[in-house]
């Protein structure tokens, strides 16, 4: 059985014992890790695709955290005499791959209460009314504003024009 998972931007193909590199996690050796980001999981006919994921997780141990090899930069250009010599390693954690296709973790959905909610809509109202009418908004926009505050303009106007009607409409 494998699983094709996602992690650091890249994707690996897994079975279990492997042993994968991947890009640097936030992990002490020995920890586990859980990768619910599951692409592929399955063997033979039975294989099941996500859309994008599947409700599966693969989990890990981490064995090794690490650098790679050193990588030469080495910017040239000929007769100009510009030379500049630059080294990078890129860490690593190394885990390795213990069980594939357990319950993926479900996230905690929070239950909004009520009267939180119905207290939230008259205060955003009042935002809506006290938004400030500013010389950095666009002219679409601020006919806009003068509809939704039903304010009388004439879109020909110019904007510092209308600018000013909503100001005294405003007051």
């Given amino acids: 059985m494998y699983a094709v998972i996602e992690t650091g931007g890249k994707q690996y193909r897994v079975q279990e014992g492997d042993v994968i590199t991947i890009e640097k996690l936030n992990a002490e050796v020995g920890e586990t890790v859980t990768f619910d980001k599951v692409l592929v999981l399955g063997e033979g006919k039975d294989v099941k695709v996500g859309t994008p994921y599947v409700d599966a997780a693969v989990t890990g141990s981490v064995v ?29 954690t190394m885990v390795k791959i213990e069980s594939l296709g357990g319950a993926a973790p479900k996230k905690a959905v929070k239950k909004e209460e009520p009267k939180a909610e119905a207290a939230a809509e008259p205060a955003k109202e009042e935002a809506k009314a006290v938004k400030k009418v500013s010389a950095s908004m666009k002219k679409d926009e601020l006919i806009a504003f003068a509809k939704e505050n039903n304010i009388a303009i004439d879109e020909k106007a110019t904007k510092a024009v209308i600018i000013e009607a909503i100001e005294a409409a405003l007051k």
Avoid: C, L, S, T
């Fill in 64 to 92: 090794e955290n690490g650098k790679g090899q050193k990588v030469i930069i080495f910017k040239y250009k000929a007769k100009k005499d510009y030379r500049k010599k630059q080294g990078h390693r890129q860490p690593y």
